[in-house]
């Protein structure tokens, strides 16, 4: 009981042939397709990891805004005090050079009317300052959470690319291309008469 290869026909030998063929076409295919899916999933890997860069940098950004916001609003603010309190001076001047008595009767309103105006002046920009920055670091907040997802969606992609093997593909495709093949031999092959 032996192999007899010369036992077959011509057209059992074109089908060995065309059987091999195929398996070596399929073998092919799985191979290249596992790469490709291979390089699909590393590529968007690294698209994701640029995104996560982008989102850093926008973090870092938002922050730097957050703090501009804070000192444009305290430049507004000693602005807005200086000029309060220039005009409650040249008021003081103004009263004085006339004679008026100062914090007595309707005067002493007038001042504390005015210290109170600057005052809730000063308080309400202050408030618009905080409002403003919280807002930007709340954006930032944001972006560094949205980076840190970007990240570990990353890192699956890198672990997933990993993983896919090429010939773990190219096995099924093997064994079931040479199963297919020799269940097709005729019983003379195999020298069973």
Do not use: C
């Amino acid at each position: 009981m032996g192999l007899d290869f010369g036992a077959l026909g011509l057209g059992d030998k074109i089908g060995i042939g065309l059987g091999v063929s195929s398996l070596v076409t399929g073998l092919i295919g799985d191979y290249s397709k596992a790469n490709t899916e291979r390089y699909r999933a590393k590529s968007a890997a690294l698209n994701y990891e640029h995104q996560r860069d982008m989102a850093q940098l926008n973090k870092r950004m938002l922050e730097s805004q957050a703090q501009h916001i804070g000192r444009a609003y305290n430049k507004q603010i000693a602005i807005r005090t200086m000029k309060a309190g220039q005009a409650i001076s040249s008021t003081k001047a103004s009263f004085a050079a006339r004679g008026i008595q100062m914090g007595v009767g309707s005067t002493a309103n007038v001042f504390a009317s005015a210290e109170l105006l600057k005052e809730i002046d000063r308080l309400t920009m202050n408030t618009n300052k905080v409002k403003a920055m919280n807002t930007k670091r709340a954006q930032a907040v944001n972006m560094g959470i949205r980076g840190d997802m970007l990240g570990m969606s990353a890192d699956n992609l890198f672990s997933t690319a990993s993983t896919i093997s090429p010939f773990m593909n190219m096995s099924s495709t093997f064994l079931t291309g040479a199963s297919s093949i020799v269940s097709g031999l005729p019983s003379k092959f195999w020298g069973d008469n």
